[in-house]
Antibody, heavy 116, light 112 residues
Framework: EVQLVESGGGLIQPGGSLRLSCAASGFTVSSNYMSWVRQAPGKGLEWVSVIYSGGSTYYADSVKGRFTISRDNSKNTLYLQMNSLRAEDTAVYYC??????????WGQGTLVTVSS | QSALTQPASVSGSPGQSITISCTGTSSDVGSYNLVSWYQQHPGKAPKLMIYEVSKRPSGVSNRFSGSKSGNTASLTISGLQAEDEADYYCCSYAGSSTPGVVFGGGTKLTVL
């Protein structure tokens, strides 16, 4: 059974850093396209980043230069390193497995709150 | 890239059919058959309902169907049921520009 479990969210001050983790089971992270999608409170979905099976990475303009997506093949885990956090980064962050730009599997989400 | 345009809300009575539109541009919806639709209940993760414009994942009811014409994609739900009440989001590939994926703003479906 495919399962994605995010962790690492919490309350962080503006300018701070946080690393989100997404532990996968039932499939191999490195063989798939894996994405982060976020949802601000009461708002819609926003694509954040993707890492392809070949290792290429892409980011939304809103996070480029501040966020880094990566994976640990030995742990079958996806990460999102978030630096220079801003209030507008406050959101539930979901990891998702992508096939043909369709997100068939999602984690339960982890809440990141950026506030002083 | 701007978000895809969806109506903020739609409603229907049990048993009726409703259609949710998703309007993009010739750079996203109009250029690629990579439109997907998601259902999201409050406090839950989104669930894939339609991919590649009109394909249904295993386990999704055939009451859900998708289509596309030009720059507009549509999700139709027939035989509305109470459990269909949720937020629905469309999503499209937008090419190699950033962002490569755009979502719609979401539509709240109310079953009367």
């Amino acid at each position: 059974e495919v399962q994605l479990v995010e962790s690492g969210g919490g309350l962080i001050q503006p300018g701070g850093s946080l690393r989100l983790s997404c532990a996968a089971s039932g499939f191999t992270v490195s063989s798939n396209y894996m994405s982060w999608v976020r949802q601000a409170p009461g708002k819609g979905l926003e694509w954040v980043s993707v890492i392809y099976s070949g290792g290429s990475t892409y980011y939304a303009d809103s996070v480029k230069g501040r966020f880094t997506i990566s994976r640990d093949n030995s742990k079958n885990t996806l990460y999102l390193q978030m630096n220079s956090l801003r209030a507008e980064d406050t959101a539930v962050y979901y990891c998702a497995r992508e096939t043909a730009v369709a997100y068939g599997y999602w984690g339960q989400g982890t809440l990141v709150t950026v506030s002083s | 890239q701007s978000a895809l345009t969806q109506p903020a809300s739609v409603s229907g009575s049990p048993g009726q059919s409703i259609t949710i539109s998703c309007t993009g541009t010739s750079s996203d919806v109009g250029s690629y058959n990579l439109v997907s639709w998601y259902q999201q209940h409050p406090g839950k993760a989104p669930k894939l309902m339609i991919y590649e414009v009109s394909k249904r994942p295993s386990g999704v009811s055939n009451r859900f169907s998708g289509s596309k014409s030009g720059n507009t994609a549509s999700l139709t739900i027939s035989g509305l049921q109470a459990e269909d009440e949720a937020d629905y989001y469309c999503c499209s590939y937008a090419g190699s520009s950033t962002p490569g994926v755009v979502f719609g703003g979401g539509t709240k479906l109310t079953v009367l």
